[in-house]
Every structure is written in structure tokens, then in C-alpha cells.
């Protein structure tokens, strides 16, 4: 009896100590997202705290006198472009990778700050069940979606115009990846009685019609067809509004890009996107690509059409591509191109493509990563390359 009981206590010991290590061999006997719950709980309730404490604010409560637009259409100017000093009052000229401190950023400020409120708070509701965060979360949503005096025009006619050339780009579109966390924030919500049906089918209703326009617009059809990070943001924020909408026929469609247009041709055979490292900040593009496909994957597989399995003929495949970034995500003085010529010293951060990928891979190593790497970060241009900041409300 007593040896049996010994070798009980040896076994529960040796398997308190070697959980992480069975997370590779057995994913099922490691409960990721409980992990995360106990790493992020304290953030995300002083996060929602001052959330709670946070007034409505929307494009109409800035505007610009270089806006083509109207007073709810979301208005940004380009990052890289700058005076020319040959011509200072003449149209701008490009400085690839070199952002214009002087650009008009308000409405992308404004949308940022409403995914960190929606987010804080979605993220405190599912660790909590208090329905204080979700009657809190309405009153942004009615401003953003519902309300005539302070609502957004589902459109991206005006983003990331440029002086003296565009009234608006289609590379703008990628400014709305921060109202992901707003769509799945209200999936996470959505069944709370302090949400009412009203506001719900009117927000539904908006991402609706952004999801038409995204797919018809001129500048919707460009950004879709881009060969950079660019389409695998217009697709993974289709994505997550198309699944808020419950628009599977728009979940297959991009379930079909992913494996037959973005993963082959962005990704090279070792798993690095050459288009990436092309750049002038070929360190914060790769982590920022790399983070929009594995959320593809994340939204986007079921038990009949897993993409976190997926792999080209020639063997590409989205775990060849975390595979290929981590070491140098783990170690950035392994990474052999020079370095980003703005922020390096920024990244990496608690990256989406590590949680993620170690949920959906039982790497043991990835998610120790992430948690060492910062997970409040303050540096804005970090925030807008970041916009899953709340990743609880996705597992």
C-alpha cells in the first residue's frame, strides 16, 4: 500500500512540474487559454476599469480642413509621405518606412481607442460575466454604428489620403484592422441581456454593409489584390467582420485566397515573405504579416477546413512561417538583415502568431515566449501594427 502510494505522489509530482513539456506531446492536456487567463487577468481589469470611465468618441469629434470627405467619413493621411523641399507647397513625395509626425491621425486615433475600450471590456465580461462591461461597450457601439450625429460611414473613401495627389488610397483600408477586436468584442457579448437587440442587428447591420463595400469599391477590389501585408489584412479583417455577420459564403471565399493566393505567393519555401524583407523595416512587416495569417487561420478553421494544417505542394504552410520568425522573435540579435530604420528597438511584442500558434500546435516554447514579451504596449506605431491586443476574447 505504501508503495503505491509513493509512486502516486511521484507521478503527481513529476507531472506538476512537466506540464509545459506534455503540451507538445498532448496539446489536450494543456489548457492554453486558463494559462493566459492567469498571465493577463490583472491587465485586463485595469484595463476595463478605465475603460468604463471613457466617453464616446468617433470621427465627429475631429475633423481635418485637408479631408475630401464629409463629417462622418474616417479621414487619415499617408504614413511615408512628406513635403517635397524642392516644392514645399506642392503635392508630397514618398519616404518609405519614415513616418510624417505631421499627418492628420486623429479619426485613427479615435478608432484605436475605441477597439482598446471594446476590447478591455469584452475581455473583462468573458473573465467576470458582469454585465457592467457589456452595458458600458453599447453606449461606444450606438455611437460608432447607430447613433445619426456621431455614427461612421461604412466606407474607407478618405484613408490615407496623400497632399496634392489622393483624396484617399486604397492602402487605407488597412487602418480599420482595429475594429476586429470591436466585431469579435461584440460576438463575445452579443448573448448578454444587457445587449439589446436593437443596437446588436444595427451594428451587424453596419459591418454588413462595410463588407459590401470592402468587396465592390474600387478601393476595396485594389487592396484585395495587393501582394504584400496589405491583402492579408483586407483579408483577415473581412474575415473577422464576415464571421460577426455570420456570412459564410464570405468565410469560404476567403478560406479559398488564403490557400490559393496569399499563403502560396507571399511566402517563400523556408516560411520568410520575401516582400517583407524587402522593405526598409523588413523586422516589423514580417512579425506584422505573419500575425494577419495566423489570425486567418484562427478565424477561418473549422474541423472540415483546418488551415493551421494546410500546406502548398511545395510545402508551404503557416507553421513553416512561425517557425522560420520565432527564433529571431526570441532572440532579436539573431536576425540577419539590418535593422528597421524606425522602431526597432520596439518589437518584438506578445505577438498574436505566438499564443495562437501555441494553441494550435501545443508549442510549449511559443507561449513562454509570449509570456515574457510585453503585453501593454505604448508606443503608437506598435499599437497600430497590433490590433490583437485582447487575444481572450478569440480563444
Same mark, same amino acid.
Given at each position: 500500500?505504501?508503495?503505491?502510494?509513493?509512486?502516486?505522489?511521484?507521478?503527481?509530482?513529476?507531472?506538476?512540474?512537466?506540464?509545459?513539456?506534455?503540451?507538445?506531446? !498532448? #496539446?489536450?492536456? /494543456?489548457?492554453?487559454? $486558463?494559462? %493566459?487567463?492567469?498571465?493577463?487577468? =490583472?491587465? @485586463?481589469?485595469?484595463? +476595463?476599469?478605465?475603460?468604463?470611465?471613457?466617453?464616446?468618441?468617433?470621427?465627429?469629434?475631429?475633423?481635418?480642413?485637408?479631408?475630401?470627405?464629409?463629417?462622418?467619413?474616417?479621414?487619415?493621411?499617408?504614413?511615408?509621405?512628406?513635403?517635397?523641399?524642392?516644392?514645399?507647397?506642392?503635392?508630397?513625395?514618398?519616404?518609405?518606412?519614415?513616418? !510624417? #509626425?505631421?499627418? /492628420?491621425?486623429?479619426? $485613427?486615433? %479615435?478608432?484605436?481607442?475605441?477597439? =482598446?475600450? @471594446?476590447?478591455?471590456? +469584452?475581455?473583462?465580461?468573458?473573465?467576470?460575466?458582469?454585465?457592467?462591461?457589456?452595458?458600458?461597450?453599447?453606449?461606444?457601439?450606438?455611437?460608432?454604428?447607430?447613433?445619426?450625429?456621431?455614427?461612421?460611414?461604412?466606407?474607407?473613401?478618405?484613408?490615407?489620403?496623400?497632399?496634392?495627389?489622393?483624396?484617399?488610397?486604397?492602402?487605407?483600408?488597412?487602418?480599420?484592422?482595429?475594429?476586429?477586436?470591436?466585431?469579435?468584442?461584440?460576438?463575445?457579448?452579443?448573448?448578454?441581456?444587457?445587449?439589446?437587440?436593437?443596437?446588436?442587428?444595427?451594428?451587424?447591420?453596419?459591418?454588413?454593409?462595410?463588407?459590401?463595400?470592402?468587396?465592390?469599391?474600387?478601393?476595396?477590389?485594389?487592396?484585395?489584390?495587393?501582394?504584400?501585408?496589405?491583402?492579408?489584412?483586407?483579408?483577415?479583417?473581412?474575415?473577422?467582420?464576415?464571421?460577426?455577420?455570420?456570412?459564410?459564403?464570405?468565410?469560404?471565399?476567403?478560406?479559398?485566397?488564403?490557400?490559393?493566393?496569399?499563403?502560396?505567393?507571399?511566402?517563400?519555401?523556408?516560411?520568410?515573405?520575401?516582400?517583407?524583407?524587402?522593405?526598409?523595416?523588413?523586422?516589423?512587416?514580417?512579425?506584422?504579416?505573419?500575425?494577419?495569417?495566423?489570425?486567418?487561420?484562427?478565424?477561418?478553421?473549422?474541423?472540415?477546413?483546418?488551415?493551421?494544417?494546410?500546406?502548398?505542394?511545395?510545402?508551404?504552410?503557416?507553421?513553416?512561417?512561425?517557425?522560420?520568425?520565432?527564433?529571431?522573435?526570441?532572440?532579436?540579435?539573431?536576425?540577419?538583415?539590418?535593422?528597421?530604420?524606425?522602431?526597432?528597438?520596439?518589437?518584438?511584442?506578445?505577438?498574436?502568431?505566438?499564443?495562437?500558434?501555441?494553441?494550435?500546435?501545443?508549442?510549449?516554447?511559443?507561449?513562454?515566449?509570449?509570456?515574457?514579451?510585453?503585453?501593454?504596449?505604448?508606443?503608437?506605431?506598435?499599437?497600430?501594427?497590433?490590433?490583437?491586443?485582447?487575444?481572450?476574447?478569440?480563444?
Amino acid at each position: 500500500m505504501k508503495k503505491i502510494i509513493s509512486f502516486t505522489l511521484i507521478c503527481v509530482l513529476y507531472l506538476g512540474t512537466t506540464s509545459f513539456k506534455s503540451l507538445t506531446e !498532448n #496539446p489536450q492536456s /494543456f489548457d492554453l487559454k $486558463r494559462e %493566459a487567463t492567469l498571465v493577463l487577468k =490583472k491587465q @485586463i481589469l485595469s484595463e +476595463a476599469a478605465w475603460a468604463l470611465l471613457q466617453k464616446p468618441v468617433t470621427v465627429t469629434a475631429t475633423s481635418s480642413p485637408r479631408s475630401a470627405g464629409g463629417k462622418h467619413d474616417f479621414f487619415s493621411e499617408a504614413d511615408y509621405f512628406w513635403p517635397d523641399p524642392k516644392n514645399p507647397d506642392g503635392a508630397y513625395i514618398n519616404r518609405d518606412g519614415l513616418t !510624417n #509626425p505631421d499627418n /492628420f491621425l486623429e479619426h $485613427r486615433k %479615435a478608432m484605436v481607442r475605441f477597439s =482598446k475600450i @471594446i476590447g478591455a471590456l +469584452a475581455s473583462a465580461y468573458k473573465v467576470t460575466g458582469d454585465e457592467i462591461y457589456v452595458k458600458h461597450a453599447v453606449l461606444h457601439l450606438k455611437a460608432w454604428f447607430v447613433n445619426s450625429e456621431t455614427l461612421m460611414n461604412p466606407n474607407l473613401l478618405f484613408a490615407q489620403a496623400v497632399k496634392g495627389k489622393f483624396t484617399g488610397r486604397n492602402y487605407g483600408i488597412i487602418d480599420t484592422i482595429h475594429l476586429m477586436e470591436v466585431a469579435q468584442g461584440t460576438l463575445v457579448m452579443e448573448n448578454a441581456k444587457a445587449f439589446d437587440k436593437a443596437t446588436l442587428k444595427a451594428v451587424k447591420g453596419w459591418f454588413a454593409e462595410y463588407i459590401l463595400w470592402l468587396n465592390t469599391s474600387k478601393p476595396g477590389i485594389q487592396e484585395k489584390t495587393v501582394k504584400n501585408n496589405h491583402a492579408t489584412c483586407w483579408a483577415m479583417q473581412v474575415a473577422s467582420f464576415a464571421k460577426l455577420c455570420g456570412d459564410n459564403n464570405m468565410l469560404d471565399s476567403i478560406r479559398t485566397n488564403f490557400k490559393s493566393n496569399l499563403l502560396p505567393n507571399q511566402m517563400a519555401v523556408d516560411g520568410s515573405f520575401p516582400l517583407e524583407l524587402a522593405r526598409t523595416k523588413p523586422y516589423g512587416y514580417s512579425i506584422f504579416n505573419l500575425d494577419a495569417m495566423t489570425m486567418l487561420c484562427h478565424i477561418l478553421s473549422t474541423p472540415d477546413n483546418n488551415l493551421w494544417r494546410f500546406e502548398t505542394a511545395d510545402g508551404k504552410s503557416i507553421k513553416k512561417g512561425i517557425t522560420y520568425l520565432y527564433p529571431f522573435v526570441a532572440d532579436k540579435g539573431k536576425w540577419p538583415l539590418k535593422p528597421d530604420v524606425m522602431y526597432w528597438n520596439d518589437w518584438p511584442v506578445a505577438q498574436p502568431f505566438l499564443i495562437f500558434g501555441a494553441n494550435a500546435y501545443g508549442e510549449q516554447t511559443w507561449f513562454t515566449t509570449w509570456k515574457k514579451l510585453e503585453h501593454n504596449p505604448q508606443v503608437e506605431e506598435v499599437i497600430r501594427n497590433l490590433p490583437i491586443r485582447n487575444p481572450l476574447i478569440w480563444l
